[in-house]
């Protein structure tokens, strides 16, 4: 099992950078052995995945409007998950949720339908 809970959201201007963490404190070892993703809606939208992490860490996975710009990482030690973001632009307006999978990896990482633990989402606002 396992109970998410965002942070890191808020509003910035187009170029500027965010961090968001992801941590569960009431299942210690939730980040430690799950698969683990950075998911996204923005109004009107379908949910999209932004990147993704397997249980051990070394297999990160990012969607191609996330490459270059956003990486994914996680301190098993704080059993949290990170996204550092940067080059926001407006198009990154959304709500961005973290979500886990008690598996080492999955077969397709940016899949929403594969992740059966959500946390409740944190709001990044872009502007131009």
């Known amino acids: 099992q396992a109970q998410l809970v965002e942070s890191g959201g808020g509003s910035v201007q187009a170029g500027g950078s965010l961090r968001l963490s992801c941590a569960d404190s009431t299942y210690p070892d939730t980040i430690s052995t799950n698969s683990l993703g950075w998911f996204r809606q923005a109004p009107g939208k379908e949910r999209e995945g932004v990147a993704a992490l397997n249980a051990g860490g070394e297999r990160p996975t990012y969607a191609d409007s996330a490459k270059g710009r956003f990486t994914i990482s996680k301190d098993n030690t704080k059993n949290t998950l990170y996204l550092q973001m940067n080059s926001l632009q407006p198009e990154d307006t959304a709500v961005y949720y973290c979500?886990?999978?008690?598996?080492?990896?999955?077969?397709?990482?940016?899949?929403?339908?594969?992740?059966?633990?959500w946390g409740q989402g944190t709001q990044v606002t872009v502007s131009s």
């Open positions: 979500a886990a999978r008690s598996l080492q990896w999955v077969t397709y990482p940016l899949r929403h339908s594969e992740y059966y633990y």
